[in-house]
């Protein structure tokens, strides 16, 4: 079929053209590359082995066909327009030298190519050769490693969701569910958590085609469908045809919407069944993907194991911060009375004095108007202190709000103001100007200052031959941090005691729990602070917290 | 002296309070002055004040109880009027035995002020009238000669003309004479009299008998 009179047009396919037709032949038989031979309409005229190997057809159901039957559908088109054009202007629609491309096999899939071209003119006529290399498995490996680079990012964001602490659970299963979609190219993924005491799963998250959490599929009961038979088998299930799966019960579903596979495993914790997360997918998983999934299916579950942990701990700490706090404020009964009797008194007596003005004749209605006021002023300074003791005494849940810590100090020294006088301590405020706002829970710290001016009022009680002194100081410290600092001229700290002051149940007071500088610390590390005592100059002791700066309140 | 309008002096470091008494007293038609810490009331206050003072116990700084031991200290004598949130019986001793008035707790109630401060202005009234009578007294005395003023310790003791001459080293007429100008300076109509004023002179803090 090669005459040898045939030219090529390439000076680099002359310098390389065999000297006999049986040559040529032998090259072209024991290439591995497609090697075809068109006309100028695109009709197969040669074909070499390699070519049946690589498309399905025999070399007979080729030659003589249309070459666009080797081509996926949409490039057909593409294909002719192009040749058409080439042919009239010499225009190249397409790189000629290694473009890819994909070729259509027999079975109808499509198989990746890599496509060189070469033009060639005999008697007038033009024809042209193709070499297609099947590049299947150099493709598949750079899949692979597309696909192993995306598994290490997925990793890496579920390690990170579960790792942030401030996040709702719900809100970091929605992030992981969420991660599996776009790395695992996951139709939908859902997470279910085990509410064991009902013995149902209950779906938390929900990310992809479906991101809903309520219905049908918003509780399902342990050892049912093939969640519940996964949490109660403690086994993976997977399947890469969803269609021949008996534990897929919405076939037509699946169908409908094109699902191939569907894998889910048991998230698992020391044994125990935590959850199931699962996925339905568009494509058959690869091995590395469903190694991908099946990884972070235990770092999710250490991650809601760990959360679970964190917010008992948390709730724990809440509970005996709320309980301190409440024992706190009762030291300051006596305090908190008089703060409420003061605007009383007055109301009561701006009331008497109302009514004199008013019985006077002429009645003095002025001072009678003024009266009014005063009581209506008085009335709400009364409310507000009950409603700032209720907000101490309230269990509420942390809220960070930026605080101007000179105000601040002023709220805990108002309420603490009465039993200073009435322990006869003299105290000042020394304020830094210009501090910045910094974020953190008002009601929480309140409880922090609030327990070491009472601990310095109680400390400084001994002292009966010098005035009892306090100072309360605001700073910035470090350029970092602002610090509030207390300072009393009491007997000072024991060294004995110093070492574990801010230990649980450490106290020096006969009725104490000696949880209030412990809490104190939980607090203030909480926020990112210290708290940290030193010895005053000459007598008692500084106790003092710094809360960090946020960089852009700077 | 007796013209000036007796004024009531509050002072309270609560605002709330401040102003409600101040209300209050003056809705009575009483006058009054108020001033939010002790410090303020010593360096502010008028020289001779005529009224009474209403002092809360429990302030920051100068305690009310403090401030009452200074004005005894610095010579003012205004009657004094506790009031307090919650009246400790140490305090309220401790308080009266200073010399004040009444002890009120809060709320007061305004017959319960309005008494207080009555009182208080009525005895001001008395002591100032007692003051300025010792004061007069005072100076009839400082016209008295060296010699005159030996005379009178000696005759409000009780000596006989006879018994002073002899301790004096003087003649009797001598003493009967000096007697006679005590008694017309000091304008005493008897013994009893220049005893009493003696007496007056010698303890101005005390009532009259």
Known sequence: MFGTEMSIESQHARAAMPESEEHYRAVAEAATDAIITIDSDSTILIVNPATERIFGYSTEEMIGQPLTMLMPEYLRHLHKGGITRYLETGRKHIQWSAAQLPGLHKTGNEIPLEISFAEFTRDGRRFFTGIARDISARKRLQDKQARLARHAVLHAEVSAAISESEKSLRAMLQICAAAVVRHLDAAFARIWLLNEEQKVLELEASAGLYTHLDGEHARIPLGSFKIGMIAAEQKPHLTNSVQLDDRVSHKDWARQEGMISFAGYPLLVEGRTVGVIAMFARQCLELDTIEAFESVAPVIAQGVARKRTLDTLRETQAELAHLTRVMTVGELTASIAHEINQPLAAIVMNGNAALRWLALDPPNLAKARNSAELIIRDGDRASQVIARIRALLKKSPPLKTLLDLNEFVNEVVDLTRSEMVRNNVRWRVEFADDLPGVPGDRIQLQQVLLNLIVNAVEAMLTIEDRQRALLIATDIFDNTCVRVAVTDNGPGIDPQTADHLFDAFTTTKPDGMGMGLAISLSIIKAHGGRLWTEPNNKYGAIFQFTLPIVANEL | ?209
């Open chain 2, 1 to 209: 002296m007796m013209a000036t309008k007796p004024v009531i002096f509050i002072v309270d470091d609560d605002p709330s309070i401040r102003l409600a008494l101040e209300n209050l007293v003056s809705s009575t038609g009483q006058q009054a002055e108020t001033y939010p810490t002790a410090r303020d009331f010593l360096r502010d206050c008028p020289r001779d004040p005529a009224g009474c003072l209403l002092l809360d116990v429990q302030m920051p700084g100068l305690s009310g109880l403090d401030l009452q031991g200074e004005l005894n200290h610095a010579g003012i004598h205004l009657p004094v009027i506790f009031i307090t949130g919650h009246g400790d019986i140490p305090t309220t001793v401790r308080a009266m035995k200073a010399g004040a008035v009444e002890f009120l707790t809060k709320p007061v109630s305004d017959s319960e002020l309005l008494a207080a401060i009555n009182q208080a202005l009525e005895r001001d009234r008395l002591a100032r009238s007692d003051r300025a009578e010792v004061a007069e007294l005072r100076v009839r005395y400082d016209q008295l000669t060296p010699k005159e003023r030996e005379v009178m310790g000696l005759v409000v003791q009780g000596l006989l003309n006879k018994q002073i001459a002899l301790k004096l080293n003087n003649s009797e007429i001598t003493i009967k004479q000096h007697r006679g100008k005590v008694m017309h300076k000091m304008l005493a109509e008897s013994l009893a009299d220049l005893v009493r004023i003696a007496e007056r002179l010698s303890n101005p803090g005390s009532p009259p008998m």
